[in-house]
């Protein structure tokens, strides 16, 4: 059985970084793709930020181009979200998910097969 375990969420102040670690264990594909989604109170679930084993293709959510970064370290099993210039509206449980041998790479939450139990995010003074 897959299982995708983030880390990394926390406390910060409007305008720090963080990096989210999403570790897949039991994972024995070699065609995926890893996405990074998050959901606020009151709000659904959004896609924030996908990657492809195939290419290392990446996509990004328009509200957070230019400040996270996606990347893997397929030794490890793991990807990452680096996310800098943080703002309050970024707050949210952030969630890490698996596509597997995907037809279309993309930010839609519906697309995905496995998920992570989410770790918060809380971006406050």
């Known amino acids: 059985q897959v299982q995708l375990v983030e880390s990394g969420g926390g406390l910060v102040q409007p305008g720090g970084s963080l990096r989210l670690s999403c570790a897949a264990s039991?994972?024995?594909?070699?065609?995926?793709?890893i996405g990074w989604f998050r959901q606020a109170p009151g709000k659904e679930r959004e896609g924030v930020s996908c990657?492809?084993?195939?290419?290392?293709?990446?996509y990004y959510a328009d509200s957070v181009k230019g400040r996270f970064t996606i990347s893997r370290d397929n030794a490890k099993n793991t990807v990452y979200l680096q996310m800098n210039s943080l703002k309050s509206e970024d707050t949210a449980v952030y969630y890490c998910?698996?596509?597997?041998?995907?037809?279309?790479?993309?930010?839609?939450?519906?697309?995905?097969?496995?998920w992570g139990q989410g770790t918060q995010v809380t971006v406050s003074s």
């Open positions: 998910a698996a596509e597997i041998k995907p037809i279309r790479i993309g930010l839609a939450p519906a697309l995905y097969d496995y």
């Open positions: 990657i492809s084993s195939h290419d290392g293709s990446t």
């Open positions: 039991e994972f024995t594909y070699d065609d995926y793709a």
